[in-house]
């Protein structure tokens, strides 16, 4: 049987566009006992990297310490026409440059604030007390899928209408 990303795969750049216009990933990762935890979470994308701001306290950052995998997905569409997402397998690894931290702060307030926003400003400021920190989603596998670009084929219809509704063609008599 074929899948979603077999018959409409969404691959290269069409991938990374599509990533960086999305707000939302889920990432599961193993915890110590080997329970899966799951949440969702905020993403940017710099230079085909993908990275995720975590918090010291976060359960993902302590798997990430402990070299455990993870698997991620960022998905959207709400019907079969239009349901589109990309599944990564990998593992998350820590980034210490500050000019790249920088960046990925100032491209996360970009995303998700803008200039005025009410909360802004208490966000970066917790993550500052929270001991926020970047990791990169190392992808060793990412399989996307896009049923945006799905043409449907045309198919014969039957339908039975009421008696008084007639071909919309006009005679020229009429």
């Known amino acids: 049987m074929a899948t979603a990303s077999q018959t409409n795969p969404l691959r ?47 359960r993902h950052g302590a798997n990430a310490e402990a070299e455990r995998a993870v698997a991620a997905v960022v998905d959207a569409g709400d019907e079969y026409t239009t349901v589109s997402g990309v599944r990564i397998l ?56 896009d049923s945006r670009e799905t043409t449907m084929p045309a198919v014969p219809e039957a339908r039975v209408l009421p008696d008084f509704v007639k071909d919309r063609i006009l005679d020229a008599d009429e």
């Open 12 to 58: 290269g750049e069409k991938r990374w566009a599509y990533l960086t216009r999305q707000k939302t990933i889920r990432v599961a990762s193993t915890n110590e006992d080997g329970s899966i935890y799951l949440s969702p979470l905020w993403f940017v994308i710099d230079d085909k990297k993908i990275y995720l701001p975590l918090d010291a306290g976060s």
């Open 90 to 145: 990998g593992s998350l690894r820590a980034t210490s440059d500050t000019t790249l931290v920088d960046r990925l702060q100032d491209m996360v307030f970009e995303k998700y604030f803008h200039v005025g926003h009410p909360y802004a400003e208490q966000y970066f400021e917790f993550g500052e007390f929270a001991g926020r920190r970047y990791f990169e989603l190392v992808a060793d596998k990412m399989i996307g899928w």
